[in-house]
């Protein structure tokens, strides 16, 4: 292994959090991220080092993530997304730092443009992207480019 698993999460925890606090109800983040770390103590035996650690981080926390959100929203028949969805309304709304505008517009998107930007702001290549989500490196591409527009239309004009 190129790194050992403490200073794996180390250098990953701040993308673990924001996944969690992304897919998650807000008092379920730590459950959440408790749940990914678990999963990456899982893999990590079975990660040969094919792809970057922050792409196969990334895979394995949106896929926990995933299950979670669908396992969240059977739970408590939908209202994980309506809490996500007031939720970033309301930071949208009353945004004043970048993080919060940031947060706000993160809320306001689907899954995968959610995830997409997450992984862009993180530095991942569109290759990268688009083998943790399983779709065409040109479809990130055009996501990516549908987001900057949509964030200029709603924090800049």
């Known amino acids: 292994m190129p790194v050992d698993f403490e200073e794996l999460i180390g250098q990953n925890m ?3 959090r924001l996944i969690a606090r992304r897919y998650a109800a807000h008092d379920a983040v730590d459950d959440l991220v408790q749940t990914i770390l678990l999963q990456l103590w899982r893999s990590y035996g079975s990660f040969r080092g094919d792809a970057r650690v922050e792409t196969w981080v990334y895979r394995v926390a949106l896929n926990t993530a995933m299950t979670h959100l669908g396992q969240a929203a059977r739970d408590r028949d939908g209202r994980v997304k309506l809490h996500a969805a007031v939720q970033s309304q309301a930071l ?8 919060e505008i940031l947060n706000g517009f993160l809320g306001s998107l689907g899954d995968i443009d959610a995830s997409v930007l997450m992984m862009y702001l ?9 083998a943790v989500l399983g779709i065409q490196a040109n479809a990130v591409h055009v996501r990516i480019s549908r987001l900057k527009q949509k964030f200029h239309q709603m924090f800049v004009e």
């Open 122 to 130: 993180d530095g991942l290549s569109g290759k990268q992207i688009a």
């Open 14 to 16: 701040g993308r673990i």
């Open 92 to 99: 949208t709304t009353n945004s004043t730092s970048e993080a």
